[in-house]
């Protein structure tokens, strides 16, 4: 059965699945959020190293995704999704039984295997099994979901903790992922032409080298200067080898000449910051919460679940309006509440009604919304259909690397002053940075386009 001869039932059960496995996949990578300081004490390590849950978690999945293209092409869609849930299934289940840091640290990193290659084989099919004249809707939904999983995760784990302990995060999560392998299973047809390509297993390594090395740099930096910088210039050094290795293969595990086309690179670096503000701050207010205002994780994660409520109400609403009148006003507008929120937020302290960090999270979600849809939608505008694969693993690539970092980033200044109340006020002051790059870059996307009418 090819892509375009799906009937309309069967395509409205691939995109259920497809939805489902995406949102509990991505809901997972910021369920730990709330967690981080439960499981601080209960297995007795440090914060920094307890972040590595989330920021270990993200990382890997930035440097999965890259291989989801050449999987993509080289296997049935049918073998490639049963696979994937399996595999998210088997680190479920290890974290259903950790009981050290090191094994809990696993079962995340087995999740993200297959969560790196479930956000670009949803965003793949799903472009392939409906008309190009909807795919505005369609990376609406994607854009839903990709926004949606990771603003619920922390409400959902708040929830959780209150009742249970942090284990249940993943017994909960067991039986819907075994479900949807099942619905896969017997739902899910072959509709895709495997190609008979060989992935390279020299790009994956330094892909994942250097990588590893940039990001851990950031946590190395509060430690040693010297050694973090050496980090990351050999970690940037090998990213440049893997770029140009990529430029110089016909069958490239990573197709990085897109980045080439004007609106992919500056609406994916819209993304990337949107999604760099959006991690960031879901992570920073359950640590000052927990930790400078002494609230419990159930109360921590109530505060983060009407911003994620909004954002899942606002974020269709954004795609339609998209459809109707484009990027412009949906952007700028987002951009705008983003750094309203942001006045709060670069104020915080032990005594600020928890109805402020409330109302503050929430319109920041909703900017959010706002943002991230229409720039993932308007990402795609240039890109021709053999390169949809490769575009989304590009773009899923970059906006997990840029949200492992800003994780990462925003954790380490947080924890530099004395002060952990200081050390939130800086780092949500890098949100206030991000939000306007953003904006500058956005507008410079609209200069251009200006020019190309002309």
């Not at 939904?141 to 708040?158: F, K, R, T, Y």
């Not at 919460?289 to 609403?317: D, Y």
């Not at 484009?326 to 032990?350: D, R, Y």
Request: charge should be positive.
């Amino acid at each position: 059965m090819s892509a375009t001869n799906i009937d309309a039932r069967t395509r409205r059960s691939v995109t259920i699945i497809l939805l489902v496995a995406s949102f509990i996949s991505l809901a997972s990578q910021t369920m730990m959020v709330t967690a981080l300081p439960v499981i601080k004490n209960d297995l007795h390590v440090s914060l920094n190293a307890a972040q590595w849950l989330t920021t270990g978690y993200t990382l890997l999945i930035g440097v999965i995704t890259p291989l989801s293209s050449n999987i993509y092409e080289r296997f049935t869609n049918r073998s490639v999704f049963l696979s994937t849930v399996g595999t998210f299934i088997i680190g479920t289940l290890i974290g259903c039984f950790a009981n050290n840091f090191w094994l809990l640290l696993l079962a995340r990193l087995v999740q993200a295997c297959a969560g790196g290659i479930l956000m670009t084989f949803q965003m793949t099919t799903m472009i392939t099994i409906y008309p190009p004249e909807k795919r505005g809707s369609v990376l609406g939904m994607s854009g839903l979901v990709i926004a949606s999983g990771p603003a619920l995760g922390p409400s959902l784990s708040g929830l959780i903790l209150e009742y249970f302990s942090w284990r249940y995060i993943f017994i909960f999560v067991l039986p819907l992922m075994i479900l949807v392998w099942l619905g896969a299973f017997f739902k899910m047809p072959n509709f895709s032409q495997p190609r008979p390509i060989k992935i390279d297993l020299v790009s994956v390594l330094i892909s994942l080298i250097g990588s590893s090395l940039i990001l851990g740099s950031l946590t190395v930096f509060e430690l040693n200067l010297l050694i973090g910088l050496a980090m990351l210039l050999i970690g940037l050094i090998i990213i440049w080898f893997f770029i140009k290795r990529q430029l110089r293969m016909a069958d490239p595990m990573l197709k990085v000449q897109i980045i080439r086309y004007p609106s992919f690179r500056m609406m994916t670096a819209v993304g990337c910051c949107a999604f760099m503000i959006l991690l960031g701050t879901e992570q920073l207010l359950p640590i000052f919460t927990q930790n400078v205002m002494h609230i419990g994780s159930f109360e921590s994660g109530l505060i983060l679940l009407p911003g994620a409520i909004c954002n899942a109400l606002f974020a269709p609403i954004a795609g339609r309006l998209y459809d109707q009148y484009g990027p412009k006003w949906l952007i700028t507008t987002g951009g705008i509440l983003t750094l309203l929120a942001s006045i709060p937020l670069v104020h915080v302290s032990a005594h600020m009604p928890v109805w402020v960090l409330t109302v503050a999270y929430m319109i920041r979600l909703i900017g959010n919304s706002f943002l991230f849809n229409p720039a993932l939608s308007e990402a795609f505008s240039q890109l021709a259909p053999q390169e949809n694969s490769h575009g989304t693993a590009l773009n899923n690539t970059l906006r997990q690397a840029c949200g492992a970092a800003s994780v990462t980033l925003l954790v380490v200044i947080s924890g530099l002053p004395a002060s952990l109340t200081m050390g939130v006020r800086a780092a949500m002051w890098v949100t206030v940075v991000l939000a306007v790059l953003m904006l500058v870059i956005f507008y410079r996307y609209l200069s251009w386009q200006k020019h190309q009418r002309i």
